[in-house]
């Protein structure tokens, strides 16, 4: 099999089939799970909506728009799905977050940054999920234009924290 290395900070990634072939199924697997949330919820899969929604029963049910226990019931699903994922592919895989070395901070420069993500997905009306792949799909103007503000965003934050902040080459 014939791979690549090369060398990104200080981390190694050797590239071989597997690591071009995973993405891109991975990927695939995404598109088909946000067409069956569509076409079985009429909803968009959204990840920062269908989060939120879990807290605003409440509300969305006194506006009769959302909070019935169905909508409530998909939405712990996707969320558990999310989350199961995530937990089984460590157990099957331990070493698929090995390669990993994301650079130290502050809990605190967390807090605020998952303030200011949260602040940004409800401005936006949306996060990269729901405008990225579900939005961009169906050739929606707004969604095309929220992604490229949320991609602006994160490189000129990545060169600001690498670069500016931590002195990194």
């Known amino acids: 099999m014939h791979e690549r290395k090369v060398h990104a900070y200080d981390?190694?990634?050797?590239f071989s089939a597997l690591a071009i072939a995973a993405p891109l199924v991975g990927g695939?697997?995404?598109g088909l799970a946000a067409s069956v949330?569509?076409?079985a919820h009429g909803k968009v899969a959204g990840i920062s909506g269908i989060f939120g929604g879990l807290f605003q029963r409440e509300a969305a049910a006194e506006a009769g728009a959302l909070?019935?226990?169905a909508d409530q019931a998909y939405r712990i699903a996707f969320v558990a799905g999310l989350l199961a994922a995530g937990l089984a592919l460590g157990a099957l895989q331990p070493g698929a977050f090995a390669g990993l070395n994301p650079p130290p901070?502050?809990?605190p420069l967390v807090a605020v940054a998952g303030v200011l993500v949260g602040f940004g997905t409800?401005?936006?009306g949306g996060c990269t999920s729901g405008h990225g792949i579900c939005g961009i799909a169906r050739f929606s103007g707004?969604?095309?234009v929220a992604t490229l503000t949320f991609m602006a965003t994160g490189a000129v934050t990545v060169f600001v924290v690498r670069h500016?902040?931590?002195?990194a080459p």
């Open 142 to 144: 707004r969604s095309i």
């Open 164 to 167: 500016l902040l931590t002195g």
């Open 67 to 69: 909070g019935a226990p």
């Open 122 to 124: 409800r401005l936006g």
């Open 105 to 107: 901070v502050s809990l």
């Open 11 to 14: 981390s190694e990634v050797t």
């Open 28 to 30: 695939a697997l995404i």
């Open 37 to 39: 949330v569509l076409f």
